[in-house]
């Protein structure tokens, strides 16, 4: 069973379409923080969020993470073709010494 | 700045067969950490060092040894290979072993154990 359940696990849209992915965690985490993977190459940060109900925009990203510190999403307004990737959340726990746990991810396509 | 760099990119061994994961970072981050990817289940943390000299054990360490004898260097050791160990292995540094740090990644290595 995953710490960290990430949904949905795939998604299909064409460009111009919005969309919200969800990181969902019975645990609470000190720090959540958003990577976005390219096919081939390592997970590249987007964001930490650390305030329960804190909310960071990105561009057309917005990144709220619960109050709770048990969630977080992901918002992409008007989807371009280079959003397409694997967008993976990790949780941070306190004391943690950047151990994350992180989700399995949810694969963005973005179709012209 | 190269960042993070890993070799080799792709490898292939039969079970049985060791073989060394090379990791370097050129960014002087005290704090270096192996993960595997395997679909479905998101990077897995396998060994971390916060520091030279010091190595502790991750969410699946076994199998697997490490050693941090450099800021630099953080070799990913495979002692046996068995087809289990068929993933894609990602080293990653940060700054330092504090909280909230950004972690690099270098560009995976895709092992395959036949």
């Known amino acids: 069973t995953q710490l960290l359940e990430q949904s949905p696990q795939f998604l299909s849209i064409q460009e111009g379409e919005n969309l919200t992915v969800y990181c969902n965690s019975s645990?609470?985490?000190?720090?959540l923080q958003w990577y976005r993977q390219e096919p081939g190459e390592g997970p590249v940060l987007l964001v930490t969020?650390?305030?329960?109900?804190e909310v960071k925009k990105l561009k057309r990203l917005t990144f709220q993470f619960g109050d709770a510190r048990k969630d977080s999403s992901l918002h992409i307004t008007a989807a371009q073709t280079g959003d397409t990737g694997l967008y993976l959340c990790?949780?941070?726990?306190?004391?943690?010494?950047?151990?994350?746990?992180f989700g399995a991810g949810t694969r963005l396509a973005v179709h012209p | 700045n190269a960042g993070v760099t890993q070799t080799p990119k792709f490898q292939v061994l039969k079970t049985g067969q060791s073989m060394t994961l090379q990791c370097a970072q050129d960014?002087?981050?005290?704090?270096m950490s192996w993960y595997r990817q395997d679909p479905g289940m998101g990077l897995r943390l396998i060994h971390y060092?916060?520091?030279?000299?010091?190595?502790d054990q991750g969410e699946v360490p076994n199998g697997y040894n490490v050693s941090r004898s450099t800021t630099e260097d953080f070799p990913l050791r495979l002692l046996s290979a068995a087809p289990s160990q068929t993933s894609v292995y990602f080293c990653?540094?940060?700054?330092?072993?504090?909280?909230?740090?950004?972690?690099?990644f270098g560009p995976g290595t895709r092992l395959t154990v036949t």
């Open positions: 990790a949780g941070e726990f306190s004391g943690g010494y950047n151990k994350l746990i």
């Open positions: 960014m002087n981050h005290e704090y």
């Open positions: 645990s609470v985490f000190s720090s």
């Open positions: 990653a540094s940060s700054p330092t072993a504090g909280t909230h740090y950004e972690q690099y």
């Open positions: 060092s916060v520091g030279a000299g010091i190595t």
């Open positions: 969020v650390v305030t329960g109900g």
